[in-house]
């Protein structure tokens, strides 16, 4: 079972499982925010423009 790149063991241990699904959601939430706050620059750069 593979998840994003990452090889699991489903069988040999389901912490490591849990560890690297954590870690995985945690970096979609870092991206996701910094996404969002690049967005929120950018619009306040527009709106300043007009």
Same mark, same amino acid.
């Given at each position: 079972?593979?998840v994003?790149?990452v090889?699991?063991q489903?069988s &040999?241990? =389901?912490?490591?499982?849990? *560890?690297n ?5 945690l ?7 910094? &996404?969002? =706050?690049?967005?929120?620059r *950018?619009?306040?750069?527009?709106l300043?423009?007009?």
């Amino acid at each position: 079972m593979k998840v994003s790149g990452v090889s699991v063991q489903v069988s &040999g241990s =389901s912490t490591k499982f849990n *560890y690297n699904k954590h870690l995985l959601c945690l970096g979609a939430l870092v991206a996701i925010l910094s &996404g969002l =706050s690049r967005l929120g620059r *950018y619009c306040q750069v527009e709106l300043e423009r007009q």
